[in-house]
């Protein structure tokens, strides 16, 4: 993709409506010092400083569309709790429209806490991680609200970008819904599924990494020709136009009906700072190409230098339009050696 093409189709993100459905999680970032070990037991004791919140899950996709200047609009479950307010409070001041989100009392918003510790003035580590979430089950009354709210959001968004972290709200009655109203106006749906790839029938493209893609399908044989394989089989099965499987530092494939792999190399370091939400950035941006009428390869492209800014970021964070031409103007070319592809 040349410069001219790259800029035009990061200047239509501005106009953009994305759909964000799934799982909502509010990160939760607990800071301290460590100065001491415990009398008690050979641990560290944390001196505590200050928590940091930030969306998480389907909520961090959901900012990089705001981020990336799309008009962004989330729909999934928070519990009525402080922890849910706070998420969609955070959500609002990033430029995301949370009124999609339906507030169930029964369940407790999804939180993951992350302890950072370290001495004082030096480079805190993560040493530990709590993570609290929901499961809701099929059937549910709040399901089939959400799934009425996703279908008429569908009706005039650009793209529907459903953001799977196995907590039920996705798949069943309500990626369906969404899928549905999507395939009649025309209107492209991503999938990120974390552990469910396969029960996503008739969406356009989704965004695996390729432990993701042999997990989802069971395969012990990692091989670059298995990989292929089974690209080809999710394409064929769940009647989709393509797959971008993300392969870390060996950049992407594209995959699409009865053509070779494309690859689409890094840009910027092999040397990351941390991969927390990269994937998130990648179907954000994937879903903003798609929904400017770009192409998948072009799709791949662009979210490329979306993931390499975000993973020079320390947690889960978001990309802005000028990182992005910032990027470009460092690397204009993604980097492929063939080793990559094997």
């Known amino acids: 993709m040349d410069q001219k093409r790259f800029e035009s189709l990061l200047e239509r993100f501005h106009s953009k409506r994305v759909a964000v459905v799934g799982d909502f999680i509010l990160d939760e970032y607990l800071i301290g010092d460590t100065r001491r070990v415990s009398r008690e037991a050979p641990v560290i004791v944390i001196d505590y400083r200050e928590s940091v919140y930030h969306p998480g899950g389907a909520a961090n996709a959901t900012q990089n569309v705001a981020s990336l200047s799309g008009s962004a609009r989330a729909f999934g479950m928070v519990g009525g709790d402080k922890n849910g307010k706070v998420l969609a409070d955070i959500l609002k001041k990033r430029g995301v429209d949370p009124s999609g989100l339906v507030t169930v009392n029964e369940i407790s918003t999804a939180v993951k806490t992350r302890i950072l510790a370290g001495e004082l003035h030096a480079q805190r580590q993560q040493v530990a991680r709590i993570d609290r979430s929901y499961r809701v089950e099929s059937g549910v009354e709040s399901l089939h609200l959400l799934a009425d709210r996703v279908a008429a959001a569908c ?36 999938i990120d599924s974390r552990f469910q790839l396969t029960h996503f029938n008739g969406a356009t493209v989704a965004v695996p990494n390729e432990v993701e893609l042999f997990d989802a399908l069971k395969s012990r044989d990692r091989s670059a020709k298995r990989l292929g394989e089974l690209a080809h089989e999710v394409i064929q099965k769940q009647q989709m136009d393509g797959l971008i499987v993300t392969r870390g530092s060996r950049g992407m494939l594209v995959f699409e009906k009865d053509t070779e792999p494309e690859p689409v190399g890094i840009v910027g370091s092999r040397d990351v700072t941390d991969v927390t ?18 192409t998948l390869s072009e799709a791949a492209e662009i979210a490329t230098y979306a993931a390499a800014v975000v993973v020079m970021k320390r947690g889960t964070a978001t990309v802005t339009r000028n990182e992005m031409l910032k990027q470009r103007e460092e690397w204009s070319t993604p980097k492929t050696v063939k080793k990559d592809l094997a």
């Open 277 to 294: 939400g990269a994937g998130d950035t990648v179907a954000a941006a994937v879903a903003l190409t798609l929904g400017s009428g770009g």
């Open 155 to 190: 009706e005039d968004s650009d793209a529907v970008l459903i953001a799977d972290y196995g907590m039920g709200v996705v798949p069943g009655e309500v990626s369906l819904a969404a899928i549905e109203a999507c395939r009649n106006a025309g209107t492209p749906v991503i």
